[in-house]
């Protein structure tokens, strides 16, 4: 039997705000361990949790960039359950009023079908300490950093919509860059800022069956999402196959093996309306204010991309995708006549870079200006590509201006028909047979003469130049 | 220091502002440096880190915290409570009991002193080591209902660490004016009286002549639910309960159980060892209604907000609604189960779940040497007319007749 995949997500993004949801402790959980804590997010006897407004505002704007609906009245429940990550045998979270609903986001695997994958709702929620286990003289201990207990998590929640670990994976993809064009969250499931929980079943295809779901976890990469659920749905099939039921349960990735383990039966405690953290009311006024503070999105910002700098889609796509990449495009062509040069470069050369130094835009010293006047100096004949290429490289570690590089270097393009001619006649004096090859109609031998040249001018000559000069001569 | 009556308490010497009212708190109320044991196992030596802004904004005003007194487990019910008596026995001039259901009206009445729960949201519980969040308050039991005002002028202040706090303006007990006499119409519900033993009927019927002869006019209000108050509170609450105390887990402070092979087995114990009889009974009441049956616990939301529709209906019509403070024969301070607790507490837990201010005024609702109490409800933020109210129907107007 032919059996098709329903897949949903539950991805929990860590905001980046700089205190915790209900206090005022710094959000680092990365800190020495117990340092950011306070009576409130330790939950110690007699304190008041206070809903931070700033991390309000940016689960608001992260929800808006998943095109959902703000709820005017949301509310806190108390998640029931008991273990030493949690200081107070509840988590706070979003059950029965969740802060967003009804969002969606488009996906393009296939061209010829654009899919609208959708988001049930997206709630708030804290997140809870972290626990070490380790041993002290071989008796095993437990300990509790509470750091990150109290930090500030939104949880999506997405439709069971998706049919193939690729649409979960672009879905993944898309989302990312929807947040991080926010500057909510970071979105890297590689450093634990968003974690993706995938519940996955299995029905024979076309039916419209929702059969029991298996939820798989620790995956730590979009990659390793796609490979789980990959997995899970073969082992699914093979479960039905073989006539043995699929039950309702939580199984864990092991990238090692690349296989789903089981580790528990699903866990559902209650969820009890919380009494002591009021109401959330989001008025039309307030709700205005934050949509005026969304930035444009990717989507627009390439649609825009292509009707006033005439990129292609594909050139659109790649500068839209990166906010800051998407800024620094468009300083770069400012009163710069081929903006489409600049997005080949920026796509060609610099976005591999940056991915091989493992760096953002920001984190280096080139800026948009300099790297405009890079590209000018390579129209007007002072450098060829060659040493384009070479430069932008090192403007990449160095603090330094284009003007200033090609002058240390000796990168300025040698045009010096005098110089060159000097070149071009011992080339081919040296080359008696080559000349005997042209004069008989092989054209390629040009394309060796140039390079002799320019290997011995080092790169600087002026390839135009050489052609001209050569052709004379021959 | 009488160890009787408090359980710890300061030189007087290091407390400022001498001449001030003596306050007597209990070990569920901050006080920095002072045991906070919420009268619990489970916060076995726990010391207070913060005052709460109550005991902060008392002590500006000039009021010196005389003592800590003992108290029932986590403040459910008036076991151990020595409130009253710190007051009775003039070694404070104000105690301060949370009121959960009832329990510093209740401890007034068995004193037969005035005895006061604020409107909810007026007061900050930011300090309060409390048990059911949507219910708890700080309530106060004084000799002169002069001597609540004063502490409410104190403490009626709005504090933004606490969002629980109401957005209205807060009632203004510095303001000294008269009882307005144009406030005259005090309901009662409907079959109230049917509920009564002899003795009760005898101090409720003695209680509104002496209100009708005062010249205040009575009106029966129909209250269809009121028979379901004690379910309500008892459902609620003890999910709240269950929640709030899902804290005491001695992974952080309070007792700990030693000799526990993993972390399950130290909650199990630990919480076992720390939680009295009552208090187990409550929580495991709670925990059945979170897990095993959350229907009621929404049935019991969904009638809490009809029983407060109700109520407000009612105050469009009435100035006041009216009842004993106590039952006659259920002991509220020996109630040592949860039938007993809700029986002995039925008439003050509606203002909790309601949220109302409520006052316990003695002399009134007397029967032989007996007095029940009578307790005034107001409209919320009523507060400050209702002690005016309390003040003009106190002994010093009433007495003569009353006694």
């Known amino acids: 039997m032919k059996y098709e995949a329903v897949i949903g997500l539950e991805i929990h993004v860590e905001l980046n705000t700089p205190t915790k949801l209900f206090c005022d402790c710094p959000n680092r959980p990365g800190d020495a361990p117990n340092v950011n804590i306070c009576p409130i997010c330790l939950w110690l006897p007699g304190a008041l949790p206070r809903l931070s407004q700033e991390v309000l505002e940016k689960a608001v704007i992260a929800c808006l960039a998943l095109n959902c609906t703000i709820e005017p009245e949301s509310a806190f429940d108390q998640k029931v359950y008991y273990y030493p990550d949690l200081p107070k045998g509840f988590q706070l979270s979003q059950h029965h009023k969740p802060l967003a609903r009804n969002g969606y986001l488009d996906i393009l695997v296939d061209s010829r079908n654009p899919r609208r994958l959708g988001i049930h709702h997206i709630h708030l929620e804290e997140d809870v300490a972290k626990l070490l286990h380790e041993t002290e003289d071989r008796t095993p201990i437990s300990l509790v950093d509470f750091n990150r207990a109290g930090a500030p998590l939104i949880e999506i929640v997405t439709e069971p919509d998706m049919r193939n670990p690729i649409e979960a994976m672009e879905f993944l993809k898309v989302l990312r860059t929807q947040i991080r064009y926010t500057g909510a969250s970071e979105c890297s499931l590689e450093k634990g800022s968003m974690r993706v929980d995938a519940n996955i079943s299995i029905r024979p295809q076309g039916s419209s069956l929702l059969n029991t779901k298996v939820e798989v976890k620790n995956m730590n990469s979009i990659q390793h999402v796609g490979d789980a659920i990959a997995y899970e749905i073969k082992r699914q099939a093979e479960c039905l196959e073989k006539n043995e039921p699929v039950v309702l349960h939580t199984r864990l990735w092991d990238c090692e093996k690349q296989v789903t383990c089981a580790m528990r039966g699903k866990f559902s405690g209650p969820c009890v309306p919380d009494p002591a953290v009021p109401r959330i009311v989001i008025d039309d006024d307030w709700l205005a204010l934050r949509k005026a503070k969304l930035p444009e999105m990717p989507i627009q910002k390439g649609e825009r991309f292509i009707a006033s700098y005439g990129l292609n889609r594909d050139e659109a796509l790649i500068m839209s995708q990166d906010r800051e990449l998407s800024e620094f495009f468009e300083k770069a062509v400012r009163d710069y006549l081929q903006p489409r040069k600049a997005a080949n470069w920026i796509a060609a050369h610099l976005i591999p870079a940056l991915k091989d130094q493992g760096k953002s835009i920001s984190e280096i010293p080139l800026t948009p200006e300099r790297f405009q006047a890079l590209l000018c100096m390579q129209d007007q004949d002072e450098i060829n590509a060659n040493a384009a290429r070479e430069v932008l490289l090192r403007m990449l570690a160095e603090d330094k201006n284009p003007e200033k590089i090609v002058e240390e270097r000796g990168f300025r393009q040698v045009s010096d028909t005098d110089a060159l001619e000097t070149i071009v006649n011992r080339i081919l004096t040296d080359n008696p047979s080559g000349i005997q090859d042209y004069k008989s109609g092989n054209m390629k031998v040009l394309g060796f003469f140039i390079g002799q040249a320019m290997k011995a001018t080092q790169g600087k000559a002026n390839p135009k130049v050489l052609n001209e000069l050569f052709i004379k001569k021959l | ?403």
């Open chain 2, 1 to 403: 220091m009488n160890s009787n009556i408090f359980s710890f308490s300061a030189e007087f010497g290091t407390e400022a502002g001498q001449g001030g009212l003596r306050v007597a708190i209990q070990p569920n109320m901050s006080c920095r440096g002072w045991p906070a044991n919420a009268g619990s196992k489970a916060l076995e030596n726990f010391i207070a880190l913060e005052d709460a802004t109550v005991i902060r904004l008392l002590r500006q005003a000039g009021a010196r915290i005389a003592g800590s007194t003992h108290m029932s487990e986590l403040g459910f019910g008036l076991i151990r409570n020595t409130g009253s008596q710190a007051v009775s026995e003039n070694l404070a001039d104000v105690a301060l009991i949370t009121d959960n259901m009832g329990e510093a009206r209740i401890a007034a009445a068995r004193a037969g002193l005035p005895g006061f729960k604020p409107s909810y949201g007026i007061v900050s519980r930011l300090g309060l080591i409390g048990l059911i969040p949507s219910m708890e308050c700080w309530g106060i039991l004084a000799r002169k209902v002069s001597d609540i005002k004063s502490t409410m002028a104190a403490i009626c202040v709005r504090d933004e660490q606490d969002f629980s706090m109401t957005g209205n303006t807060l009632p203004d007990f510095t303001i000294s004016r008269p009882f307005n006499e144009t406030l005259r119409v005090i309901g009662v519900a409907e079959g109230y009286e049917n509920n009564l033993t002899k003795a009760e009927s005898v101090s409720w019927e003695k209680a509104l002549s002496a209100l009708e002869q005062a010249g205040f006019k009575i009106e029966k209000i129909r209250l269809t639910d009121a028979a379901l108050f004690s379910s309500v509170h008892n459902v609620i609450g003890a999910v709240e309960a269950s929640s709030s105390a899902g804290k005491y887990d001695g992974v952080r402070y309070g007792h700990r159980a030693s000799n526990a092979g993993n972390w399950n087995e130290m909650y199990l114990k630990s919480r076992g060892e720390s939680f009295g009889t009552l208090m187990k009974a409550y929580l495991f009441q709670g925990a059945y209604f979170q897990f095993k049956n959350y229907v009621a616990f929404e049935n019991a939301c969904r009638i809490r907000g009809r029983l407060l529709d109700e109520t407000m209906r009612a105050f469009s019509q009435v100035n006041w609604m009216a009842s004993l403070t106590i039952r006659e024969n259920r002991d509220a301070c020996k109630a040592s189960n949860i039938t007993d607790i809700y029986k002995a507490f039925s008439f003050t837990a509606p203002a909790n779940i309601t949220g109302l201010p409520a006052l316990q005024v003695p002399g009134i609702a007397l029967c032989g040497n007996m007095d029940l109490g009578l307790q005034i409800t107001g409209p919320p933020l009523s507060d400050r007319e209702l002690l005016a109210f309390g003040a003009y129907l106190g002994p010093e107007k009433q007495g003569g007749s009353a006694k």
